[in-house]
């Protein structure tokens, strides 16, 4: 009797083993059916990828004329003001032009003198009554005096200072009665005048990024005096020679504005409004985050 419940046993346990097995080797067939779930699928789209490279700047015309004086006097005279639109030869200053006024007269004494000197050794000449050396002596004398009368009468026009091109007055012009001195290293400098129909935008870009930017590269800029508002421009010009400031190297760049509010031209010195510059790079394709 033991024996056949010894049997009897031994035939549960071994049928459930199977049971087990079985179930096992069907629960992992079933799993291997079933492809694994990767997540939430989206479909590859073509587009932009903006890649921003920040830089701060200015506004500032694309040609502009800081206005000096060829001579050393004194303003009487100052006929514009700061946000004035002047045109090409428009009188901007005038000098005391008494000084280079009396030396017109000077040297214009002279050279009535040499003409006259020049005109009796020629008639002499001509009859054998002087060498040939003093007539020519007469004659440099003549084109001595004649440069001296010419030099002083541009240095009396120079005393009118006009404007060399269409534009706008920026900033405040020097006062008159305020001595200026001329000079080719240090000129002093009596207003500027700049053609703000035509602006860019000037901004310095970090060493470590200066070589994401390439010319003609499309940027988007803001401006301080117009809130959340970005304006479309153009890479013009890397400049190849760096600046250091607080020990770190910058590139100048300059943008090529593509697009401004209508007030830029009216006037305003563009240079006291800051930018943000940032280029764009378009890729082959990119999946949308979710």
């Known amino acids: 009797m033991v024996s056949m419940l010894h049997c009897h046993w031994k035939v549960i346990v071994a ?39 920040q830089a701060t700047g200015s506004v500032a015309a694309v040609h502009s004329v800081d206005i000096t004086s060829r001579l050393t006097g004194r303003i009487v005279e100052v006929l514009v003001a700061e946000n004035d639109v002047v045109r090409a030869g428009q009188v901007l200053v005038v000098l005391d032009g008494s000084h280079y006024q009396a ?13 006259q000197k020049f005109d009796r050794a020629k008639k002499l000449a001509s009859a054998g009554a002087i060498a040939a050396k003093e007539l020519d002596q007469a004659d440099m004398a003549l084109l001595v005096a004649e440069s001296e009368f010419t030099n002083a009468v541009a240095q009396l026009e120079d005393t009118v200072i006009r404007s060399p091109i269409d534009g ?5 012009p020097v006062p008159a009665g305020q001595t200026v001195s001329s000079g080719l290293s240090s000129p002093m ?41 970005m304006f479309v421009g153009k890479v013009a010009m890397i400049s190849e020679k760096a600046t250091v400031q607080q020990n770190v190297v910058y590139y100048p760049v300059t943008i090529s504005l593509e697009s401004l509010p209508d007030f830029f031209q009216a006037g ?10 940032s280029k764009e790079r378009c890729g082959d394709g990119f999946l949308p985050l979710r």
Do not use: H
């Open 15 to 53: 049928a459930t083993l199977v049971a087990v097995t079985a179930g096992a080797v069907f629960y992992y067939w079933q799993k291997a059916k079933k492809p694994a779930s990767l997540g939430k699928t989206v479909t590859i789209a073509r587009g932009t990828i903006r890649s921003l490279v």
């Open 189 to 229: 400098v009596l207003m500027t005048i700049a053609d703000v129909s035509k602006l860019e935008l000037q901004v310095l870009v970090d060493e470590s990024d200066i070589g994401a930017i390439r010319a003609a590269q499309k940027v988007g800029f803001t401006l301080d005096a117009v809130v959340n508002k």
């Open 103 to 115: 030396l017109v007269e000077e040297t214009r004494s002279r050279l009535t003198v040499a003409r």
């Open 168 to 172: 706008t007055v920026i900033g405040k």
């Open 268 to 277: 305003y010195d563009g240079s006291d409004y800051g930018g943000n510059g």
